[in-house]
């Protein structure tokens, strides 16, 4: 104790990453070979992630004749990713409370390389807190994974250039060995805790195989302002997942680190269990597309889906599609836009089916209890039959146009969209718990995801050997929840409680909305705290008696005193509760998008640069929530140095409370404005010409420069703006509790041909 550490540094480091690839090609008129390999190392920024990873690939293509064409590939990847053995490592790091060292201290005051790690201290003990270093540095969780892809190929021309069958085949061997395990000295717990040198081993093997056999009809027509393809796509697929994991605790020492060596196998914290799973689908498809005088297009189709995961009665699934383009350029009433190089209308109708993302769910499957009695365990249904699941169904809707100009140094694409999903899978549908069972996932109702998306390219100077390109692209995307079962929950979040956010699914209202209470600053006095009307005026009893401001009365009734967090009361009724919530912002940016400029300078130089931007979303910054509400023993920001202290003083901090007051609710206090645009990327390329490249003997040698996450402009205060909204779940609130950042990169590359 008595130190003063800055944990997240002590966590953080500069990372690198090297990436070297090697191929080679060659061949003649029959055959022709690729092979390539790449050996990849990243060293993460946060200590104790790392990634190697060793890839090879190999591709044969070989014409049997002018009919038969015959192509093979085959990949292979070998990667040993070290992670932290908990995802918040740096979360402990912000809250660890600074006074705590690192290592020990001997007796004499000598620092040693132990790490100082309490079983308990003034903030708690594990897993609340810990050392973030000895976690990072002595607990394990690495991933070694082996996969294999080979892929084969065979086209041949029933009918030459009429009439074409193709045959695809792949397959994908992955086996993934994932080991963890948690040292003492990286909890400091007791030898008999059940954390304690906790080993876990697992074991998965999948397999799929992919099947793909197309039968392509071009029939000529005499007359060739028609034009016809046809095609019958018939796919399947297959696959098999088997797992295997062990989990023991308490083994004899920290350098026994694999679950199979005697250990504590009986403890809460012991499992031992295997699976196995299997999914087959199988789909056949009808398209055709008709062109008259390539101006006028239609295509349509109609496919069939089979799935493994739903029960006999709704295994099937029809789903049509048809769609139109109208090139409005080949008109002859164009002919005089000569400035324009392509104008086209086109839109579309299609449907497509999604299954249950789980297996055997039309079975009653069975379990054993995890205990027993006179050496036999309980059997128990640890699921519902449920044989009424049916295709989550996805009707595609979509308008757009494209443009191209003067002589294609200018094009926009722009289109939008509608994908209305029908019988929409949710997990979680509440029922009555008298079978055993107080949740289902079923279809439950129907929802929107809508947008528009706009791309945009143009050469906008050319001079000489000068050239500047822009680029961008604008998008905007919302969900929405058209129709409801009765008996999905449609709301979440116990505004009663600090530092929590009430969420509402609505019918016709947008995913991601959030609301709280509206943060007015801090009762300076006690005059402050004083219930007034919707006039302004000081709310009395009956016998005359001043109201004061409480906090959900009557079930809590807690009274406001000066230094308490300040609130809107809505309906100045003198008491801050549910009828004062409002809504405080929406987690899905209102537009999302990007733009590039690439400047070049004849064969030689080369700079291409990308922006990316998101505007009109909100989030809560959860780090400021918990260093800034002075609730509990967790290091703080230096903000609270101007917190409450003395009546009358102003401020934006509320006064420190141990275990009590309601001065951190999920209030606008936290929310902020998530929009910022990102330099992201910068890559500046110099390819060298004939002179150089005769010396070498080489084809083609460049050199280059990129530079990543180069800068950002953003109002919000927090560690980056740019979190994502984790989850399926319709509730999900983007909340930062600062993660990993995004690391600025810096790579040298060279890039050379023989």
Do not use: C
Not at 117 to 143: D, F, R
Not at 255 to 273: C, M
Not at 300 to 305: E, I, K, N, Q, S
């Amino acid at each position: 104790y008595s130190n003063n550490t800055n944990w997240i540094d002590a966590v953080s480091r500069s990372g690198n990453t090297q990436d070297h690839n090697v191929s080679l090609s060659g061949g003649g008129e029959k055959a022709m070979y690729y092979a390539s390999m790449e050996y990849l190392t990243q060293k993460g920024v946060t200590v104790g992630t790392d990634l190697t990873r060793i890839s090879k690939r190999i591709n044969l293509d070989y014409n049997v004749s002018d009919r038969i064409h015959i192509k093979t590939d085959l990949s292979f990847t070998h990667s040993e990713n070290s992670r932290n053995y908990s995802d918040g490592v740096r979360g402990v790091a912000y809250m660890k409370m600074p006074n705590m060292g690192i290592y020990k201290f001997d007796d004499y005051g000598n620092l040693t390389p132990l790490y100082f790690s309490p079983a308990s201290n003034i903030q708690g003990q594990y897993s609340k807190t810990y050392n973030p270093v000895a976690l990072a540095e002595a607990a394990i969780n690495k991933i070694v994974s082996e996969r294999i892809t080979p892929k084969f190929n065979i086209r041949y021309q029933i009918v030459p250039k009429r009439l074409m069958a193709t045959v695809d085949v792949q397959f994908d061997i992955n086996s993934t060995k994932n080991k963890n395990f948690l040292p003492q000295i990286a909890t400091g717990l007791e030898w008999t805790n059940s954390k304690v040198n906790q080993a876990y081993d697992g074991d998965n093997d999948a397999f799929s195989v992919q099947t793909k056999t197309s039968l392509v009809w071009t029939p000529e027509f005499k007359n060739t302002k028609h034009s016809f393809m046809g095609l019958i796509n018939m796919m399947t697929y297959g696959s098999k997942n088997i797992s295997y994991q062990s989990r023991t605790s308490n083994t004899a020492s920290s350098f026994l680190q694999d679950p199979s060596i005697p250990s504590r196998v009986n403890g809460a914290e012991s499992a031992l269990s295997s699976s196995t799973k299997q999914t087959a689908n199988g789909s056949l498809l009808f398209n055709g597309q008709y062109s008259y005088l390539d101006r006028y297009i239609i295509n349509a189709g109609l496919r069939g889906d089979a799935t493994s995961r739903l029960s006999s009665d709704h295994r099937y699934g029809l789903f049509p599609s048809i769609s139109g383009r109208w090139r409005v350029s080949g008109e002859p009433f164009m002919a005089k836009a000569d400035f324009i190089d392509d104008l086209s209308l086109r839109v579309s109708y299609g449907e497509s089916g999604n299954a249950p993302s789980s297996d055997y769910s039309f079975y009653n499957l069975y379990d054993n209890i995890g205990w027993s009695f006179m050496g036999e365990s309980g059997v128990y249904p640890s699921n519902m039959e449920l044989r009424n699941l049916r295709w989550e169904t996805v009707v595609g809707t979509n308008l757009g146009f494209s443009l191209a100009m003067f002589k294609n140094r200018f094009f926009i694409d722009a289109e939008v969209y509608r994908n209305r999903t029908k019988d929409l899978l949710f997990n979680g549908l509440e029922i009555a718990s008298i079978n055993g069972f107080n949740a289902v996932n079923m279809n439950v109702g129907t929802m929107d995801n809508q947008g528009f998306e706009i791309t945009i390219q143009t050469q906008a100077f050319k001079s000489g050997k000068w050239k500047v390109d822009f680029n961008m692209n604008l998008a905007k995307n919302q969900n929405m929840i058209r129709k409801i079962s009765e008996f999905y929950p449609l709301e979440k979040g116990n505004v009663a409680s600090n530092g929590v956010y009430k969420t509402y699914m609505q019918v016709n209202n947008p995913f991601g909305s959030f609301y709280g209470y509206n943060f007015l600053g801090v009762y300076k006095d006690k005059a402050a705290t004083l219930a007034k009307d919707a006039n302004g005026a000081v709310i009395h009893r009956p016998n005359g008696d001043q109201v004061y401001m409480t906090y959900s009365y009557p079930s809590v009734d807690y009274t406001f005193q000066p230094g308490d967090a300040m609130y809107e009361d809505v309906n100045h009724d003198g008491t801050i509760d549910y009828r004062d919530i409002v809504y405080l912002g929406n987690s899905n940016p209102a537009l999302t998008g990007g733009f590039g400029l690439n400047v070049s300078f004849g064969k030689q130089w080369r700079l291409s640069t990308f922006f990316n931007f998101r505007t009109g979303s909100q989030l809560v910054n959860g780090t400021e929530m918990n260093t800034t509400n002075m609730y509990d023993y967790d290091n703080q920001s230096s903000a609270v140095m101007r917190r409450w202290r003395n009546e009358g003083d102003v401020t934006d901090i509320p006064r420190a409370l141990y275990k009590t007051g309601y001065n951190w609710l999920g209030s606008s206090r936290y929310v902020e404005n998530g929009s910022f645009l990102r330099f992201r990327t910068a890559t500046i390329r110099y390819t060298f010409q004939e002179p150089l490249l005769k010396k070498l003997r080489a084809k083609s040698f460049s050199a280059y420069l990129t530079a990543e996450n180069i800068l950002t402009f953003t109002k919000y205060t927090g560690q980056d703006p740019e979190v994502s909204v984790r989850g399926s779940s319709p509730f999900r609130v983007a909340i930062d509790n600062s993660m990993t950042p995004p690391v600025k990169m810096f790579t040298l590359g060279i890039t050379a041909s023989f």
